[in-house]
């Protein structure tokens, strides 16, 4: 009887690949799990170089038959993958899942470290298509909850974070913002303000007071921060892009002409309310939108008589509410080292009523 050759790789392949077609649901998920179990016992028995030779063949193998495969296998392994990975997500535990996660960091960290440059751009690259491309597919109810899970995940990060991790976190984002917009087209800056725009309004309507006192608070130190460590050119370029952007929402609000009943609507608005706050330096009864916060901290740099004859203790007056106001026609006169002019008789009017009192 002749002897028969030994069969080809290809040809055990395609036996095996007849087997499996014809196998039952049954047998087929019986394999798996023997070969899992195979696979695992293998991989805990192995020693650390032939893990690290065994990955990048995996690797090396991976890359060659995605680069041979057709658009249709692609598509259809990555459903595979995906629907694969959601299933074992479901069976697994949480500290299988927090085994998981750390894994994949540190994977994820040791494949980073060795990378060239090209092909962090092109994993960049690739990451943007890729979350362009799921977000396009998601529904509005998969979305809000990316979002909400997204602000989850970046809050306990923040909280768990160094004050050094901070830091850097913060100056990684500075340069990475910077160098997105110095690439940006006018066209998508044109569009990421207006989205930014819109974004703001939303979150700021729906905080509390609570914490809109916060953001407030925050945005003030982190300003003055900011001001304190910027040169003198910064600082320039800073106010003038101020006074451009102030110059061109004036020109926008100019150029929206109200109707009739938005006119009327305002003013019954603006005068819902009683002229009941007081100018501390005039002392005049005036409209919430006659007067602003008085700050003692403003007026720090004029003539110290011109505050004694105004800004005394004595003569400081406090609104219903328990707060100062100050009117603005007091503020610009003030900030120009001069005494109101609507505060000169109220001057006059409390030296008289002094010496009398002195004389008495």
Not at 73 to 87: F, I, Q, V, W
Not at 100 to 127: G, P
Not at 212 to 219: D, E, G, L, M, T
Not at 296 to 312: P, S
Request: proline content about 1%; some cysteine.
């Amino acid at each position: 009887m002749p002897r028969l050759g030994k069969k080809s790789a290809e040809q055990k392949a395609q036996e095996k690949k007849e087997q499996r077609a014809q196998a039952t649901e049954e047998e087929a998920n019986a394999r798996r799990e023997h070969d899992r179990i195979r696979k695992k016992e293998k991989r805990e028995r192995e020693t650390a170089e032939e893990a690290s030779k065994r990955k990048m063949s995996e690797r090396l193998r991976k890359r060659e038959q995605r680069a041979n495969e057709t658009e249709e296998e692609a598509s259809d392994r990555k459903r595979s993958n995906r629907l694969h990975m959601t299933d074992v997500r479901a069976k697994e535990t949480e500290q299988e899942a927090l085994d998981r996660r750390r894994s994949n960091r540190l994977h994820m960290t040791d494949v980073r470290a060795t990378e060239t440059e090209q092909e962090a751009l092109d994993r960049r690259k690739s990451n943007r298509l890729h979350m362009t491309d799921v977000r396009e597919r998601e529904t509005q109810e998969e979305a809000s909850h990316r979002k909400r899970s997204d602000k989850l995940h970046k809050k306990d990060v923040r909280s768990n974070e160094t004050e050094e991790e901070a830091s850097y976190r913060k100056r990684s984002d500075k340069l990475h913002k910077k160098d997105v917009r110095a690439n940006e087209t006018a066209e998508e800056a044109s569009d990421r303000q207006r989205s930014d725009k819109l974004h703001k309004k939303d979150m700021r309507a729906n905080e509390t007071e609570e914490e809109a006192s916060n953001r407030k608070r925050s945005n003030r130190l982190h300003m003055k921060d900011v001001r304190e460590t910027e040169t003198e050119e910064d600082a320039s370029d800073r106010k003038r892009s101020d006074r451009l952007q102030k110059k061109e929402a004036r020109e926008i609000q100019k150029s929206i002409i109200p109707t009739i009943d938005e006119v009327i609507t305002k003013f019954k608005k603006e005068i819902r309310q009683q002229p009941v706050f007081i100018c501390t330096s005039c002392h005049r009864l005036l409209y919430k939108k006659g007067v602003q916060g008085f700050k003692r901290q403003n007026y720090d740099n004029i003539d110290k008589e011109v505050v004694e004859q105004v800004l005394a203790e004595r003569f400081m007056k406090t609104s219903i509410d328990g707060k100062q106001y100050i009117c603005h026609t007091c503020h610009r006169t003030l900030k120009k080292g001069k005494v109101p002019a609507s505060n000169q008789k109220e001057i006059l009017w409390n030296l008289i009523l002094n010496q009398k009192c002195y004389k008495a």
